[in-house]
């Protein structure tokens, strides 16, 4: 695996989660979120999804990632356990907390959180851009953008959860260039997060190609990735209903790994795998109670992109 020892500003080493104690899939979301199952209300599936973060983060420590695990006891959150849409870390010690579409995925916002990252970590300022929220501006953090820390680039798919003058605050004060597509899955429905279907990585890139509904669009896209020295994997359609684009590089202890569910890698080939494996270790989780609420591993996982102190 070479230069799998080298240090990138793209693969975290530290990640926070959240482990719910009342997991259930969100209908509020559901209206735009194709990726939900639809599921029996009287189906408990709470003890399932409390084990699954538990052994997921029990894996993703054994590879040497540090895992702050929250808890959370209340009722009100059914999607809690997608951290990443809510706030977001970047190196130089920035913080952005973010607003949210769903009134019910508001309330998972934590003072605790950020207590925490400011305890720990080196934390200069934390802007707060959920007073958008009452004007109907949303941006959902690493979900509306999949960021490219490497090449300062934030790429995002236009949907009701993705505002462009959100998107043009954030990218202004974070120092990224937006690049906004648009995409839709085979039956034409708009996505409604980039990290569904797009995963950069130090080393290579995992998009679905085939929903990027403008080709120009899509081949300033590839130009940009492959100008960052690298290597373009698309996925099918098919790879990305099973959740193969909504995975996460992360530095452990002996190299860089892909955190990604057990789901998404059945669906990789043994091509996209070797691409892979040249610089990451595919680690794989099995989040597949978790992943019935429409998100898997990448939504899981807030990555740190900050300095610990002391």
């Known amino acids: 695996m070479p230069g799998h020892f080298a240090y990138s500003i793209q693969a975290p080493s530290a990640v926070i989660m959240v482990?719910?104690?009342?997991?259930?899939?969100n209908t509020e979301t559901a209206i735009d979120n194709r990726f939900q199952a639809s599921v029996d209300t009287r189906d408990d599936l709470s003890s399932a999804a409390y084990n699954e973060i538990t052994r997921a983060a029990e894996t993703l420590r054994s590879h040497g990632v540090e895992v702050h695990l929250f808890e959370d006891t209340g009722t009100e959150t059914p999607d809690s356990v997608f951290p990443n849409n809510w706030f977001s870390t970047h190196a130089g010690g920035h913080v952005a907390i973010y607003p949210m579409k769903a009134v019910s995925r508001r309330r998972e916002r934590r003072g605790d959180v950020i207590e925490m990252l400011k305890t720990r970590y080196r934390v200069q300022e934390v802007i707060d851009y959920s007073g958008l929220e009452p004007d109907g501006?949303?941006?959902?953090g690493t979900g509306a953008m999949v960021l490219d820390h490497i090449d300062r680039v934030a790429y995002a798919v236009r949907s009701d959860r993705t505002d462009p003058i959100t998107l043009e605050r954030f990218s202004?004060?974070?120092?990224?260039?937006?690049?906004?597509?648009?995409?839709r899955d085979g039956s034409g429905?708009?996505?409604?997060?980039?990290n569904v279907l797009m995963c950069i990585a130090t080393d290579f890139a995992m998009i679905g190609l085939d929903m990027m509904t403008d080709p120009a669009r899509r081949q300033?896209?590839?130009t940009r990735l492959e100008r960052s020295g690298r290597h373009v994997i698309?996925?099918?359609?098919?790879?990305?209903?099973?959740f193969a684009g909504n995975a996460l590089e992360l530095q452990g202890k002996e190299s860089r790994i892909l955190?990604?569910?057990t789901t998404a890698l059945a669906a990789l080939d043994q091509y996209q795998l070797g691409v892979i494996e040249e610089s990451a270790r595919p680690v794989a989780l099995d989040i597949r109670t978790i992943e019935r609420a429409g998100g898997s591993v990448r939504c899981t996982l807030a990555g740190i992109h900050l300095t610990p102190r002391g």
């Open 19 to 25: 482990r719910p104690h009342h997991f259930t899939v």
């Open 137 to 140: 501006l949303f941006l959902e």
């Open 172 to 183: 202004t004060h974070f120092n990224f260039e937006p690049m906004v597509f648009d995409a």
């Open 189 to 194: 429905v708009p996505i409604y997060h980039t």
């Open 220 to 222: 300033e896209v590839v």
């Open 234 to 242: 698309a996925l099918t359609n098919e790879q990305i209903s099973q």
């Open 259 to 261: 955190a990604l569910s």
